[in-house]
């Protein structure tokens, strides 16, 4: 059991995302990945965390509800947060009653993060069993994860767009220098599907499908491509089922307003960049982490807004965790953790 205790003196890393947590042990890596949803009755009663609980989103039955207990990347139901993080910790370190000392927790943040909510996280973290909390934000996190020098007297520009915000930070010397919170990401981009085809084509869908057209067709930048999706949602008109097709065109135009959003913060956290790090930047380029780096050609539409070169990172959607666990693991990052320590 020796590498078990080893967990603990090495802490775990937590990405405590709207859409998914991920959980990182050092030597290990991702040990979980798992939708940020529960399933309740209507006495409160937890049925179901994860990947099973996402699957019944707008599917259950009278008296059972679906929900995801964070909203813009902080904690929105807190009884149910502090149940689902408690439920992926326990299964990460094997809840079998062994009697080991609880494990260090670091667990990134939103920059932008009020106190009130930043406590909220840290009650969530301390009720799930662990010894001491740390708050690392979310871009230096991102940053660390995704293998940029942050520690280096040169400057470093990370985009993080998870489902409920998006990070845009320049680092040097271990620090943030200037950044921009914004609580416009993944999600919006799903509300802005929504909002498009009842609007277009007078149709209602739910979450989970305008999800599903944003990973098939979704892009930012003009593609050679215009391939086609079939819809299913509710006739508004007359309330009965309905089917229309949709070309990527389409989602493009639906996307446009939230994408703006995100291009604006990028460019004013660069006007307010010093120059000596704005040169650092133009020179070694603008790196996106996060799912939002999965939609097609963002990195283009980023680039050609700003005239700095993108790049997406090897391992976007895994490096907020990773640089959590980092930070507890590796001597070199442990300054950057220090700042955000929280006695549990």
């Known amino acids: 059991m020796s590498w078990l205790k080893g967990y603990f003196r090495r802490g775990i890393g937590v990405d405590l995302g709207t859409a998914n947590t991920l ?16 399933a309740f009755d209507d006495q409160n009663r ?20 679906a929900m995801r207990p964070l909203r813009d990347g902080v ?12 439920e992926f910790i326990g299964r990460v370190i094997g809840n ?55 520690s280096e ?14 990070e845009v930070a320049v ?22 599907i929504i909002r498009y085809l009842k609007k277009v084509h007078s149709l209602a869908i739910g979450e989970r499908t305008a999800e599903e057209i944003k990973f098939r067709l979704g892009s930012a930048y003009k593609t050679v491509e215009n391939d086609k999706y079939d819809v299913r949602g509710l006739n508004l008109m007359s309330g009965l089922p309905r089917t229309v097709t949709i070309s990527r065109g389409e989602v493009r135009e639906a996307l446009a307003e939230p994408l703006v959003a ?28 996060g799912g939002g780096a999965l939609l097609q050609g963002l990195d283009e539409l980023i680039a050609n807004e700003t005239e700095v070169p993108v790049f ?3 391992d976007p959607l895994s490096c907020v965790a990773i640089g959590t666990g980092k930070m507890l693991s590796e001597p070199s990052y442990r300054r950057v953790l220090e700042q955000s320590l929280v006695h549990s």
């Open 96 to 150: 079998r009653g062994f009697s080991f000392q609880s494990p260090e927790i670091a667990i990134g943040v939103p920059s932008g993060v009020t106190d009130v909510e930043k406590n909220a996280v840290r009650k969530a973290v301390r009720n799930a069993g662990a010894s001491q909390t740390y708050l690392p934000e979310e871009p230096m996190a991102a940053a660390i994860g995704a293998g940029l020098p942050v």
């Open 171 to 192: 680092i040097s010397l271990s620090g943030i220098v200037v950044n921009a919170s914004i609580r416009i990401a993944g999600d919006e981009l799903n509300e802005a």
């Open 46 to 65: 937890l049925l179901a965390y994860g990947e099973e609980a996402r699957a019944m989103i707008g599917r259950t039955p009278q008296g059972v509800r």
């Open 262 to 289: 995100v291009v604006e913060a990028v460019q004013s956290t660069l006007e307010r960049t010093p120059p000596e790090l704005a040169a650092d930047i133009f020179n070694r380029g603008i790196f996106l982490t």
């Open 153 to 166: 007297p040169t400057g470093s520009m990370i985009i993080d767009i998870g489902g409920g915000t998006t």
């Open 75 to 86: 904690i929105a139901e807190a009884t149910f947060a502090e149940a689902m993080l408690k």
């Open 23 to 38: 959980i990182y042990v050092h030597g290990q890596g991702v040990v979980l990945r798992e939708p940020s949803v529960v």
């Open 312 to 314: 997406i990172a090897e």
